[in-house]
């Protein structure tokens, strides 16, 4: 299939947009997944593609936050070895059974999450006490959300950072910066297993990578400077956007 350059540059700002919005809050697949879909690709390669993007926004993002000091390699090794693992298995048992599975999960997570941080208005502000062991979160926090994001993916990027704030203690500028590791090993997993399967469309692909780096690149810089009062906004505005498109999705609004 042949695509317009037109085409092309905007799929490229749309990964420039995500980019920015997945580094700060997560969900950038909000705007991307359904771009893929508008632009004629089949509902697996716009899948495949959308992994191969977005897995360069969160390196680009994970490498900042890295090069900032906002995160140290060695201690978040471990867990990023159990999301790697985790979203191995998601994206084989993804070809075994379907996703509607999770149907009843993703909303009350989502809403779980939004209802978290908008009663919480402080939290993530300063260190706290973590509730659950390191190893305990490292060998069975971190691979479910990993599992996730090679099952389905909305929203990953929010677990891991809600999941450090509440569980471990983390600052959620902290918990949001390792959440970018995470969230890479998760996606880079679930882009081998489509690598594999050969349904990546690359011209497409590469089109969204340069927005992509640009935009997480971006939404690096701001998310460290914004800290966060700007983090936790964010993260609700996208767990309700995210919400919506789920309940439009199912026809739950008569759309």
Same mark, same amino acid.
Not at 6 to 12: E, S, V, Y
């Given at each position: 299939?042949?695509?317009?350059?037109?085409?092309?540059?905007?799929?490229?700002?749309?990964?420039?947009?995500?980019?920015?919005?997945?580094?700060?809050? @997560?969900?950038?697949?909000?705007? *991307?997944?359904?771009?893929?879909?508008?632009?004629?690709?089949?509902?697996? #390669?716009?899948? #495949?593609?959308? +992994?191969?993007?977005?897995?360069?926004? *969160? %390196?680009?993002?994970?490498?900042?936050?890295?090069?900032? +000091?906002?995160?140290?390699?060695?201690?978040?090794?471990?867990?990023?070895?159990?999301?790697?693992?985790?979203?191995? $298995?998601?994206?084989?048992?993804?070809?075994?059974?379907?996703?509607?599975?999770?149907?009843?999960?993703?909303?009350?997570?989502?809403?779980?999450?939004?209802?978290?941080?908008?009663?919480?208005?402080? $939290?993530?502000?300063?260190?706290?006490?973590?509730?659950?062991?390191?190893?305990?979160?490292?060998?069975?926090?971190?691979?479910?959300?990993?599992?996730?994001?090679?099952?389905?993916?909305?929203? *990953?990027?929010?677990?891991?950072?809600?999941?450090?704030?509440?569980?471990?203690?983390?600052? %959620?500028?902290?918990?949001?910066?390792? &959440?970018?590791?995470?969230?890479? &090993?998760?996606?880079?997993? $679930?882009?081998?297993?489509?690598? &594999?399967?050969? +349904?990546?469309?690359?011209?497409?692909?590469? #089109?969204?990578?340069? @927005?992509?780096? *640009? @935009?997480?690149?971006?939404?690096?810089?701001?998310?460290?400077?914004?800290?966060?009062?700007?983090?936790?906004?964010?993260?609700?505005?996208?767990?309700?956007?995210?919400?919506?498109?789920?309940?439009?999705? +199912?026809?739950?609004?008569?759309?």
């Amino acid at each position: 299939m042949i695509y317009p350059l037109i085409d092309l540059a905007g799929l490229g700002l749309v990964g420039l947009a995500a980019g920015f919005i997945d580094t700060i809050a @997560g969900g950038g697949g909000l705007l *991307t997944v359904p771009s893929l879909l508008l632009a004629g690709l089949p509902t697996i #390669a716009a899948l #495949a593609t959308n +992994k191969l993007q977005s897995s360069s926004g *969160t %390196l680009t993002a994970s490498l900042t936050m890295i090069h900032k +000091k906002q995160v140290k390699l060695p201690t978040v090794a471990g867990a990023f070895a159990m999301s790697f693992t985790g979203s191995l $298995a998601g994206c084989w048992l993804v070809q075994h059974i379907p996703p509607h599975h999770l149907d009843v999960v993703i909303p009350l997570v989502l809403t779980g999450i939004a209802i978290y941080f908008v009663r919480n208005k402080t $939290a993530g502000e300063h260190l706290g006490p973590p509730r659950i062991g390191i190893w305990l979160y490292r060998l069975c926090v971190v691979p479910v959300i990993g599992f996730y994001d090679g099952f389905l993916g909305p929203g *990953t990027g929010s677990f891991f950072g809600l999941s450090g704030v509440a569980l471990q203690g983390e600052t %959620l500028v902290a918990a949001t910066a390792k &959440a970018k590791l995470l969230n890479f &090993a998760s996606n880079s997993a $679930a882009l081998l297993a489509f690598l &594999a399967s050969s +349904k990546i469309v690359w011209l497409v692909g590469l #089109a969204m990578i340069a @927005g992509q780096i *640009t @935009g997480a690149y971006l939404g690096a810089h701001v998310m460290i400077r914004g800290g966060a009062r700007l983090i936790r906004p964010l993260i609700v505005v996208m767990c309700l956007a995210m919400l919506l498109r789920y309940a439009v999705q +199912k026809g739950l609004l008569g759309l």
